[in-house]
């Protein structure tokens, strides 16, 4: 009964998909954030990428994880 119980919940779920987005949206800036606190360094061919645009895509995933997961609550 407790499977029943939790497949019938998965079922009323709003917007499933807006969650799985909005958790990929977190792991990705928790990777950038990860690269810019451990200050991990990343080349391209010949040239070093910065850490700021690690730091912008923390704020741009994290809120955009932030207005799914709003999103979806509605």
Do not use: C, H, Y
Request: net charge positive; no cysteine; charged share 20%.
């Amino acid at each position: 009964n407790r499977g029943v119980g939790a497949l019938r919940r998965m079922l009323k779920m709003k917007k499933p998909a807006s969650l799985v987005a909005a958790i990929l949206f977190w792991l990705i800036a928790l990777a950038q954030l990860l690269r810019v606190l451990l200050q991990v360094r990343v080349t391209a061919g010949t040239q070093d990428i910065p850490l700021w645009p690690s730091a912008v895509a923390f704020i741009v995933f994290g809120a955009l994880g932030i207005w799914l997961w709003r999103e979806r609550r509605e």
